[in-house]
């Protein structure tokens, strides 16, 4: 049977080549407008639609139906959702499964919760695609993927915390400090929850933590995907401070997409990196 890759649109990949893939989108809302986090969204717009925007601004997941839609008439489905820790959008996914399972009892479906949001999705759903070339059964697929996942992490590292905690996905007390005197917020993906853990000053500083909090991970030179909002050259610079130290790991920059954008907001770098233990 054949098989398909979906994700929200939390992981930025719009596109998977070499496979069926579908990416849903969740989406951006100001009293003024919706923003649909899809390959035709205009981030510079979205953003500055932000920066004017009276009133609340908020996000939505897609529902049952947009995700049933998208598991379409696959055999085999693997979908992959940002944390169900900070968003419905991994119910909606196992509403949907359950449906389209009770509908086609012969077909299979595996809903991930990712427990993270952003270019650790990434990781996981190249993982997928490689373990479905490899010709692996449905069941082998499931039980890899599932222990890859102890071996992905996320970290990030924000500028500004407002939107997260404008919204209730981060405590107001802790959001405060970021922004101001060139503060930053690093912190990781905790249970699939935001962790804070250092309040650097400046940029440099931030990337060398950044590259601490990954050894402390065990992180020893494997994959990492490092995702910016507006901020290459901070994504560019993290790059090369991980390969001087670490010469063989392979290192992606992404943009991020219009969900991560809204959250991550302008400067943010959100880091999804595999620990030693992948290997094994
Ligand atoms: O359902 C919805 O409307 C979506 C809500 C999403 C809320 C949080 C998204 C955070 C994205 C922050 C850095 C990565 C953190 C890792 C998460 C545990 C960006």
């Not at 995700?67 to 820790?85: M, P």
């Not at 490689?130 to 992490?153: A, M, N």
Request: glycine share 8%; charged share 25%.
């Amino acid at each position: 049977m054949a098989f398909k890759i979906i994700s929200d649109s939390s992981s930025n990949v719009l596109e998977l080549s070499g496979v069926d893939y579908a990416s849903v989108p969740l989406k951006i809302n100001t009293s003024q407008a919706e923003f649909v986090d899809d390959d035709k969204l205009d981030l510079g717009e979205m953003l500055e639609a932000l920066k004017n925007a009276t009133g609340k601004t908020g996000t939505s997941c897609p529902n049952f139906q947009e995700w049933l839609d998208a598991f379409g008439e696959a055999g085999e489905v693997f979908a992959v959702t940002i944390t169900s820790k900070l968003s419905g959008s991994f119910s909606a996914a196992q509403n949907a499964a359950r449906e389209y399972l009770e509908e086609h009892p012969q077909r299979k479906a595996f809903v991930i919760d990712s427990l993270s949001a952003g270019p650790e999705m990434r990781l996981i759903l190249e993982k997928l695609r490689s373990l479905i070339s490899q010709g692996h059964p449905f069941e082998t697929i499931k039980e890899r993927i599932t222990e890859y996942q102890q071996h992905t992490h996320t970290l990030f590292c924000l500028q500004s915390l407002q939107n997260l905690a404008r919204n209730g996905r981060v405590n107001p007390a802790v959001a405060k400090l970021a922004g101001l005197l060139g503060i930053r917020m690093i912190g990781e993906a905790r249970e699939g929850t935001i962790h804070p853990i250092h309040k650097p000053r400046g940029e440099k500083k931030a990337l060398e933590i950044l590259l601490q909090e990954m050894r402390a991970k065990n992180f020893a030179g494997a994959r990492v995907c490092i995702s910016h909002c507006f901020n290459r050259e901070a994504a560019e610079k993290l790059k090369e401070l991980i390969l001087s130290h670490f010469p063989t790991s392979q290192v992606e920059i992404e943009a991020n997409r219009g969900l991560c954008s809204f959250y991550a907001e302008a400067g943010g770098l959100i880091v999804g990196y595999e620990d030693a233990g992948v290997a094994l």
